[in-house]
């Protein structure tokens, strides 16, 4: 086993020498996402880290440290300090760390996590996500979530479908494209979605359901755009020797951008995903053939098909033509699996617990767990996670 | 010799039709055009103002402006400024970016604030006071809704440079006649104007103009027939054509400069409107009559020579007149909504 | 209220583009917007390069026809945005119509 092990760490690592005692994944538990009308945040969050301690058995007193990501509390409800709260929820004094990059909350929290886990020996954390956001009209979200954009973007009248509307334009005229292209991915995060119970939409989507739902920023249509979610998801993390899990954390990278879309040096490529993807992959010292399954970004149809080139899982320019031949479905698949938990646009999009839920989507595929969303065999997983139209990009590599 | 050296314009895209005003109030359009003389108005967008407006008119002016600091004041005439107390006249200088050594304010005389500000504007210039003085006029002008008035108040935007270098239009000379006569206003913390009906014609309107046209005439020896164009101020399209016809203007005179018909009354804007489509056409030597009408009341009335610098200066403004796009009764409500 | 000295640096910055030609480098047309801008849907927004070389984002104004799209040759106007409180100082942007 130490043999095969360091077979396939990498020169560049800068995981532990004794790979046996990289982080791995002990516990995934998650609420539902949807509208929970009779849950508040902290009530989401405590529910998914109660859930969570059943599971594994495990309790507050066993934590060394908690890593939250959620991005709108402050913001909606005047709630900052989360750390506090948190720590009055659990009755304790450990330290907790509250993360921020807009949808790239739950990334950028847990690869702190594995930062802290690579630093500190002989630990096990808690990584939380959780996010309330129908406590308030539609309106309010839309003008909350534009805060993660440039001032002169939202003085210009943009909104994230709006600047999203705009790469797609973008790569659809460059790469010769119909705006059809988009409803495909809908289609199968929405069919992934009807396996999962936790998922926001647990029906399936006709491709015609979805061209003709209404314009939201052209070319990007309602069932083109993922939902206003509430929810919460919760990790349990640990480098100690005697919590040893079978899924191993192999890399996360996170690597950011201008905040801005018009300073960017290229409309049809996050430059982010390309840098985060790259180091992820160098350091986990495997390449993208290994990976039977992915969580990848989809707050908009036209983010999947873009990631996907990104990723370097097809040539550029080939992301829509894999879209409409279902390449990346379950029971269709050429090789990997995408968004099997339903993607943001099917499982739902609670902001802060999005990036935590990929990386439990990918711990039950890894270890057997996902019930008829299953991905035969699955040894190798990727997460993908961006905030804003590209500013913070975090890809994780999990491995058996 | 003082008058203006350049000029600027701005008329929005927007047209409204005056049969779409009455059809949606259940009216006949064609009873309407024919007592007023108006077909269509132009109307500023919700976007726009009378900032925004006044900022383009100048701009022209400004763009081809070597000497920015040459100008010594800035005044704006409107009576649909956004602000109660603040000046706008220091927002187009800062907007412009004019350097700061310059006398600033706006004024507010009905539809005639812009004139009254000329005159002054060129006895400053004539005294060497100041070397150049930006004037401008610009109103979104709005109506109490089903009000005739919704038919003619309209938009737009004119600017004038006065200065004494390569005049174009000498201002031979000016007068104002000026009284206390309420036919026409708007109280403070109200947002559509009052009129007083058909006050606003024999003892307003014609009073005024008549009484300041006649008085210029004589001072300087000059009788209707002398000038080459004349241009009044026009509520409508039927007032300018009888007060021209009561003083002794011809139609032919006043016809480049009835304006009204296709872009309505732009309030402060109107007769300078009237004055740029002269301007158009008009060449050296021609001699141009001008009378503005203020509600409240008063007239501004001037006597100007085109010289040959207008060849330099000249604006087209048929293709801008032909440029529209037609709107909505509901288009209209919306643009007008936001207040001033 | 909105802070009237941003809009007084602001203006400093953005009065420089006015009166500028540029061509549609991006464009959307939003039909979900913000509470501000609601009543208007819908609206285009383009990101446009100025001759001057600068880059800047603005809603399209006063457009017909054509269509704009990325390539369309665009003139920078001032503009006005919706007040949000009648009190407020009122707010400027730069817009773009067809040229």
Redesign the interface.
Known sequence: MMLFIYHIGSINSSWEEDTDMRPSIIGYNSTQFGELWDKSLYQLLYESVQGLFDKTNRDIKEIDAIFYSNMLGGLLDNNLLSSGKIAELFHTHIPVYHYESACASGGMAFQQATMYLQANRDKNVLVIGAEKMTDVSPEKITEALISASSGEEQSAGLTFPGLYGMIANYYLQKYLYSSEVLSYVSVKNHFHGSLNAHAHFKKKVSFEMVEQSSLVADPLRVLHCSPISDGASALLLSNKKEYLGQVKILSSSLATDTISLKKRTSWDSLETTVIAGNQAFDIAGCDRKSIDVAEVHDCFSIAEIIAMEDLGFCKKGEGGTKAMEYATQLGKQERLVVNSSGGLKASGHPIGATGIKQIGELYLQLSGQAGERQVASAQYGLSHNVGGSGAVAVVSILGI | MTGIVDYGFYIPRYRIKVDEIASYWQRDGEEIKKSLSVEEKAVASHDEDVVTMAIEASAIVIQNLKHKEKIGAIFVGTETSPYAVKPISTMIGEWLDIPHHYLAYDTQFACKATTGALISANAMVKSKKVVNVLVCGADKANAKPQDILECTSGSGAVALLIGDTNVAVEIVDSTSFSSDTPDFWRRSMVSNPTHAGRFTGKPAYFHHITSSTNYILEKNKLRPEDFTYAVFHMPNGKFPIEVSRILGFSQQQIQKGLVVKKLGNSYTACALMGLVSVLEEAKEDDTIFLASYGSGAGSDAFILKVTKHIDSIRKNFKEKLDDVIYISYRQYQQFMGGGY | MNSPVKMWRR?KEI??Y??LKGVV????????????????V??T?V?VELDNGE?????I??N?DPIIK?GSIVCT???????IN?EDL?S??I?FKPC
């Not at chain 3, 480098?25 to 208007?40: C, D, G, K, M």
């Not at chain 3, 880059?55 to 809603?59: N, R, S, T």
């Open positions: 203006q009065r420089k006015i009166g480098l991006l464009q959307t047309t939003i039909y979900v917007a913000p509470s501000r801008y609601r009543e208007y819908p609206y927004v990101l880059k800047i984002y603005g809603q104004c006063d017909k990325n106007v001032l503009r006005k945005i919706p007040d009648k009122v400027y942007t817009k």
